[in-house]
């Protein structure tokens, strides 16, 4: 039977869920690179961070916090550290005015595995963008599909070009799903 993998994004319609701003560091300045928590890598901790909560709501179990940062809860980071150990990296943060313990969740595994041809459709960015830093990546990518031949092991991971999606195997989806956690969403690809 193949293996099924699924972008994990944050349920966001009627879920009556809080809003998370952006991180900061144990000074209170916003975090200098955000962009590292979904770069596909581990990410050096450089102290506890904080996190505002822009627009108050039911506390979530999954949430993408100021960009794009997936925060868990604390039992949610403990399925991902049991299932998927070499996968995850999970930082201690502090949500204002929460008792309970939320950790940042980032995958450290970056894979080149959209398929272009099984997608909806795929932009690339071109020398006429002007953002030489980014040509050859991903501009936009709509109904993504990976190849799951390329995936090997990994259970979370990042894809290589438009690191934006977070995917979580068949394995994970259905963990979350039997505990229950809240904010979550998941779409096949």
Not at 11 to 33: A, R
Not at 35 to 63: A, C, H, N, Q
Request: contains cysteine; proline residues 6%.
């Amino acid at each position: 039977m193949p293996k099924k993998y699924f972008k994990l994004t944050q349920e966001v319609d009627g879920s009556g869920g809080w809003d998370l701003g952006n991180p900061t560091n144990p000074q209170g300045l916003e975090v200098d690179n955000p962009w590292m928590y979904r770069e596909g890598m581990p990410v050096s901790e450089s102290g506890r961070l904080k996190i505002p909560i822009g627009r108050p709501g039911r506390v979530l179990d999954f949430t993408l916090a100021g960009f794009s940062i997936p925060v868990v809860h604390v039992r949610v980071a403990s399925l991902f550290m049991e299932l998927a150990p070499r996968d995850t990296q999970l930082l201690s943060v502090d949500i204002q005015g929460q008792p309970d313990s939320f950790r940042i969740l980032v995958a450290t595994r970056l894979i080149r595995c959209i398929d272009d041809e099984a997608s909806a459709e795929v932009e690339y960015w071109t020398p006429e963008d002007g953002r030489p830093e980014k040509e050859g990546q991903y501009r936009d990518v709509y109904g993504m599909r990976i190849d799951t031949a390329k995936v090997g092991d990994a259970k979370v991971f990042r894809t290589w070009g438009w690191t934006i999606a977070l995917i979580v195997s068949e394995e994970i989806k259905e963990a979350l799903e039997h505990i229950g956690a809240t904010g979550v969403k998941f779409t096949e690809v």
